[in-house]
């Protein structure tokens, strides 16, 4: 998905905000790229990402990277945003990385929501381990390892806030949101399938977004799966627009 003119500032604003949101266990910085290592805990933390327009990748970085990845158990994995030149694109390609997932990053202004105060509303500014148990209960794969999500969440030096919708006392919802420089990232949102239907969902978004209003920002940005109708549709009321579109491409 091109982006327009005055949007690409804004995309490399998010992809480099990004990687301080969602920090990785250990990182190396490899010409205009930046190497995320997480014991395979998402794919935003275990894999490639550009950082500067353009960035390209020769054949001998592109060994380097499947070298390292593979040395630390993973498979390959590199993010393929606008930021990334069109011949580092054909390249990968060439080597065979498949399509893991494409998403969409997403961006919507914070006016207009206020701080959340209702009792169902939780929010602590450090991540406490019920709420790393909660989120990690609520996805699949890899992603349910607690302690993995623990260490990547404690990681975060930014300001933020770790969300919980409670009903009658008991967390059913979850979210994450962490600031920086005016723009908040929000991110790990999920409720319990029984409780799906409700609001939720919305609740925990409006509520960070309030937040990062209360926190001095004036906008959100999200990642989100291009497939995912569900989460497109509640992001889209909230005032949510796709900025860009990007692959995370594996190399099996």
């Known amino acids: 998905m091109p982006t327009k003119t005055g949007d690409d500032a804004l995309v490399l604003g998010c992809e480099r905000r990004i990687v301080n949101a969602w920090p990785a266990l250990s990182t190396l910085v490899v010409g205009d790229w930046v190497l995320r290592f997480a014991n395979g805990y998402s794919g935003r933390a275990n894999s490639a990402t550009p950082l500067n327009p353009g960035a390209e990748l020769d054949a001998e970085m592109l060994d380097l990277i499947e070298e390292l990845y593979r040395a630390d158990g993973l498979a390959p994995c590199i993010r393929l945003t606008p930021l990334v030149a069109q011949a580092t694109r054909a390249a990968v390609l060439a080597r065979g990385y498949r399509v893991k997932d494409r998403s969409f990053g997403q961006i919507a202004p914070v006016s207009g929501f206020a701080v959340c105060e209702t009792p169902e509303w939780q929010?602590?500014?450090r991540p406490s381990p019920e709420w790393?148990?909660?989120?990690?209960?609520?996805?699949?794969?890899?992603?349910?390892?607690?302690?993995?999500?623990?260490?990547?969440?404690?990681?975060?030096?930014?300001?933020?806030?770790?969300?919980?919708?409670?009903?009658?006392?008991?967390?059913?919802?979850?979210?994450?949101?962490?600031?920086?420089?005016?723009?908040?990232?929000?991110?790990?949102?999920?409720?319990?399938?029984?409780?799906?239907?409700?609001?939720?969902?919305?609740?925990?978004?409006?509520?960070?977004?309030?937040?990062?209003?209360?926190?001095?920002?004036?906008?959100?940005?999200?990642?989100?799966?291009?497939?995912?109708?569900?989460?497109?549709?509640?992001?889209?009321?909230?005032?949510?627009?796709?900025?860009?579109?990007?692959?995370?491409?594996?190399?099996?």
Not at 159 to 180: D, H, K, N, Q, R
Not at 216 to 244: I, K, M, P, W
């Open 123 to 125: 929010i602590d500014a």
């Open 132 to 252: 790393c148990a909660g989120v990690a209960a609520l996805q699949s794969g890899a992603k349910t390892h607690a302690g993995n999500l623990a260490a990547i969440v404690e990681k975060i030096r930014l300001p933020a806030a770790f969300a919980s919708w409670l009903v009658e006392g008991e967390p059913v919802a979850f979210g994450l949101s962490v600031a920086e420089r005016g723009m908040a990232e929000i991110g790990l949102i999920c409720v319990h399938p029984d409780h799906r239907g409700h609001g939720h969902g919305r609740s925990i978004v409006a509520g960070l977004m309030g937040w990062a209003g209360a926190m001095g920002c004036r906008d959100a940005y999200l990642q989100v799966e291009t497939g995912n109708a569900v989460a497109l549709a509640l992001y889209a009321g909230l005032g949510f627009r796709s900025l860009y579109e990007y692959e995370t491409r594996v190399l099996d």
